[in-house]
């Protein structure tokens, strides 16, 4: 009777083993797939990335044309305002001068 307890003992050593070791092989399938799929959704987020500043810029684009004219209009019309100041400031006392 204990060579069949030892039997039925080395044969649920040996499941345990194998069951274990499957185990440890499945878990090391599953680590490797969530790896790739760790890699497939950075390169996702990158191309996401990619596009939504593409989007972006081309979003700002008219914005950012809109406001180079506006600065530049600013430019010459302040300049043109000080030039027109300086002109009729001239007019205003040479008026004056002539009545004198």
Request: charged share 20%; net charge negative.
């Amino acid at each position: 009777m204990v060579s069949v307890v030892r039997v039925v003992l080395g044969a649920a050593t040996a499941g345990s083993a194998l069951v274990i070791i499957a185990s440890i092989v499945v878990i090391g399938g599953l680590f490797n797939e969530v790896n790739q799929m760790y890699a497939e959704v950075l390169a996702d987020v990158e191309e996401t990335k990619v596009i939504s500043n593409d989007a972006w810029k081309a979003i700002m684009e008219p914005f950012v044309q809109l406001a180079a004219r506006i600065h530049r209009f600013s430019f010459e019309f302040a300049h043109t305002e000080a030039a027109l100041f300086r002109l009729l400031t001239k007019i205003y006392i040479g008026c004056f001068l002539d009545e004198i």
